[in-house]
């Protein structure tokens, strides 16, 4: 069974292009790209080569750091700040350094455990959008001069394309809306696009986890399920630095690949960062009576234990070793011996508990969601190199009858290569809905029913005379609902206004609410249950040459106004529109 990339189509376009795809991790960034050249299948390349690296063949993956000087300057990032002169000259200088910034932009809706550690504070007078932003023209620049120095005529090659450049953002699964928003305004603050609509739309989203599915399926890791399609169910489980992504997909043809998912995605903060932090208050509490307590001592340590035994741990019978010193170093009281902190092998399983348990739980409900369909799962993501974290998750998952594997290629950097797998082959033609989603419309009012009774004082009349409460909630598409990418969801409405001036800045609300599968009849503004996906506005005042003015009850004059709102949920990033008809043509 060959890898996916023999079903690839060559590139339909009339022009030279480029593709990159920036993977901007928790703790670890890479970026992938393919040139495409009209008529001809595209190739995947990894950048390879990042400042600060150069003693290293081939690293795909930099860190996700960057220090700012005191005015507010990026002035080292990615391998160069872990580089000892620099971490030196940033003590010296009191730069501050960023890092973890991408759990910043998480949604309100997603709670961070971060066991009494908080994340750094920002440099002074930039947002969370401008720290991505920097990040993201570093690994651009990095990627230009990667490009320019590795390809034959790599300068004339950039001047070819450098004005159209296609770019893929990955996000975890449980990023919405708001997320990609702010990513594309980081995208416009790093330089990658003009702030222009021509500009924005060069940028396309894709969610780790079906960024994974295409990396998996590019490394012909889809060839046992491909070879007996029967239409059982598999899980890709994206476990990254920061979260784990778990998404749940069916093969439905084999030629061309066609996928599908089958359970809405998930998304848990349970990532190889929350077991460093844990790390780092166990030793804390541990050495709080040692020399070795001190907070320098503690960060070194528990960045040898991320480095070492984080990284080996498989067995929690065994005594583990966390090497931090020189054989000078000891103190018995607190089992360190030869510059080694001793440690059970129950406590360090203790550390990685909760994100284990976390994976299960999520797994879990995915396969209970997927009707039982889910046979195997395909471990992914620098977490899954974590022997204990994969031994565990077999053993967990064994009573369910879910076979757990993980690639033997680089997963590392799966969702970069992904990324551009899914731009180039996009295999996934349906996806399910994870929340429910409608629009706020006036109920008529019911003296007889209590809730109405309790909303009373909210009531207002329209100009043509019915009575009417506001915040009621109208459902548009259902949680749980297979979408395919084609499917538009309409709805059509009317309002009535009294002023057509009004009409030239009409905007509608979507709300998304995640309260579970019934449907609310009212819109509670204050609960986190609700949030608003996005406002979608018009300029309906052509409309007002052809409305028709009628007399309200009171005399007053008022237009009715008709129109529909259509919202495409089948794609990775939302699309919505409001139509309307105006002297016989739609608009």
């Given at each position: 069974m060959k890898p996916a990339s023999g079903t690839r189509k060559p590139y339909a376009g009339s022009t030279r292009s480029l593709v990159l795809a920036l993977d901007v991790g928790t703790t670890f960034s890479g970026v992938s790209y393919a040139i495409l050249e009209p008529g001809e299948v595209p190739k995947i390349h990894g950048v390879t080569r990042f400042p600060g690296q150069e003693h290293v063949a081939g690293n795909s993956k930099i860190p996700s750091i960057m220090y700012y000087d005191e005015s507010g300057t990026m002035v080292a990032a990615g391998a160069e700040a872990e580089n000892a002169s620099i971490v030196a000259q940033a003590e010296d200088e009191g730069w501050i350094k960023a890092e973890l910034f991408k759990l910043r932009l998480r949604p309100k809706s997603m709670k961070l455990k971060m066991n009494g550690m908080r994340l750094a504070p920002l440099p002074v007078g930039k947002t969370a959008v401008d720290v991505f932003?920097?990040?993201?023209?570093?690994?651009?620049?990095?990627?230009?001069?990667?490009?320019?120095?590795?390809?034959?005529?790599?300068?004339?090659?950039?001047?070819?394309?450098?004005?159209?450049?296609?770019?893929?953002?990955?996000?975890?699964n449980g990023w919405e809306g708001a997320q990609q928003s702010k990513m594309r305004r980081a995208a416009v603050y790093g330089k990658l696009i003009p702030d222009t609509d021509e500009g924005k739309a060069r940028i396309r989203f894709v969610t780790e986890g079906e960024a994974s599915?295409?990396?998996?399926?590019?490394?012909g890791l889809a060839a046992d399920v491909l070879q007996n399609p029967s239409g059982h169910g598999f899980?890709?489980?994206?476990?990254?630095?920061?979260?784990?992504?778990?998404?749940s997909y069916a093969i439905r043809g084999t030629a061309p690949l066609v996928i599908e998912e089958i359970a809405p995605p998930d998304c848990v903060f349970a990532g190889s960062v929350f077991v460093s932090r844990r790390a780092r208050a166990f030793f804390e509490e541990k050495l709080k009576n040692s020399k070795y307590g001190t907070s320098d001592a503690l960060d070194h340590i528990t960045k040898r234990f991320d480095e070492t035994t984080k990284r080996l741990f498989r067995d929690s019978k065994e005594l583990q070793f966390v090497p931090f010193g020189s054989p000078l170093d000891k103190?018995?009281?607190?089992?360190?011996r030869g510059g080694q902190l001793k440690l059970t092998?129950?406590?360090v399983a203790a550390l990685f508990e909760p994100s284990i348990e976390a994976a299960v739980t999520s797994i879990k409900a995915q396969i209970d969601a997927s009707g039982g369909a889910v046979k195997s799962v395909w471990l992914v993501g620098g977490f899954a190199a974590s022997p204990w974290l994969f031994s565990q998750l077999q053993e967990r998952l064994a009573r369910y009858h879910v076979a757990v594997s993980r690639p033997d290629t680089q997963t590392s950097k799966a969702v970069a290569d992904g990324a551009i797998g899914f731009y180039c082959d996009h295999h996934v033609s349906a996806r399910i809905s994870k929340f429910m989603y409608g629009v706020e419309y006036l109920r008529e009012f019911d003296e007889k029913d209590e809730e109405h009774a309790a909303r009373k004082h909210r009531l207002f009349e329209m100009p043509s005379?019915?009575?009417?409460?506001?915040?009621?909630?109208?459902?548009?598409?259902?949680?749980?609902?297979?979408?395919?990418?084609?499917?538009v969801f309409s709805r059509k409405y009317c309002t009535e206004v009294t002023n057509l001036s009004t009409l030239s800045v009409f905007e509608v609300e979507i709300w998304c609410y995640r309260g579970g599968d019934t449907v609310p009849k009212w819109i509670h503004r204050s609960s986190e249950e609700f949030s608003t996906l996005c406002y979608v506005r018009a300029d309906l005042s052509p409309l007002a040459g052809s409305?028709?003015?009628?007399?309200?009850?009171?005399?007053?004059t008022y237009w009715t106004i008709v129109f529909s709102i259509e919202i495409h949920f089948g794609l990775t990033e939302f699309k919505a529109r409001i139509k309307w008809v105006d002297n016989g043509r739609t608009k």
């Open positions: 932003g920097d990040f993201l023209s570093y690994l651009f620049r990095c990627t230009r001069s990667f490009i320019i120095d590795t390809h034959a005529n790599g300068p004339a090659l950039w001047r070819a394309v450098e004005n159209d450049i296609q770019f893929v953002l990955s996000h975890p599915l295409h990396a998996c399926v590019l490394n899980i890709v489980a994206d476990a990254g630095g920061g979260t784990l992504d778990i998404s103190d018995l009281s607190v089992g360190i092998g129950a406590e005379g019915p009575k009417l409460l506001p915040d009621a909630f109208d459902c548009i598409l259902a949680r749980g609902v297979r979408v395919k990418e084609s499917n409305a028709q003015a009628k007399q309200g009850r009171n005399g007053k």
